[in-house]
């Protein structure tokens, strides 16, 4: 299984970007994709997930309301869509997919079995 993230970039406070996550390989039409996002020093966390094939969307309390996750599951795609970007936004943004992965472990890294190779955003104040 791989993932292909891309679409990172600079922008400015206040600015929407979307990021997206080719898969290939995999079953992605039943798999819970997420994101996290590692910033320089600290710890990676969770962003965003559509829980196994799209039933369910959920969200770190941090970006809820300002970022949308959705899939194209014709594509084996998934995306994120950010709005209202602040400066403590920037980081590395990671896709993952979890295979029989269980809501109470959907925001945890460790539930996940592929990763992608990140795409970094960075938010200029």
Same mark, same amino acid.
């Given at each position: 299984?791989?993932? #292909?993230?891309?679409?990172? &970039?600079?922008? #400015? ?6 990021? $997206?996550c ?5 079953t992605?039409? +039943?798999?819970?994709?997420?994101w996290?996002r #590692? ?7 969770f962003?965003?997930?559509?829980? +196994?094939?799209? $039933? @369910? ?8 309301? +300002?970022?949308t ?19 403590e ?10 295979? +029989?992965?269980?809501? @109470?472990?959907? &925001?945890s890294?460790n ?6 190779? &990140? ?7």
């Amino acid at each position: 299984v791989q993932l #292909q993230a891309s679409g990172g &970039g600079l922008v #400015q406070a206040g600015d929407s970007l979307t990021i $997206s996550c080719e898969t290939s390989g995999g079953t992605f039409s +039943r798999d819970t994709m997420a994101w996290f996002r #590692q910033a320089p020093g600290k710890e990676r966390e969770f962003v965003a997930a559509s829980f +196994r094939g799209g $039933s @369910s969307a959920h969200y770190a309390s941090s970006v809820k309301g +300002r970022f949308t996750v959705s899939r194209e599951n014709a594509k084996n795609t998934v995306l994120l869509q950010m709005t209202s970007l602040k400066p403590e936004d920037t980081a590395v943004y990671y896709c993952a997919a979890g295979r +029989r992965l269980i809501l @109470s472990t959907i &925001g945890s890294k460790n539930a996940y079995d592929y990763w992608g190779q &990140g795409t970094l955003v960075t938010v200029s104040s």
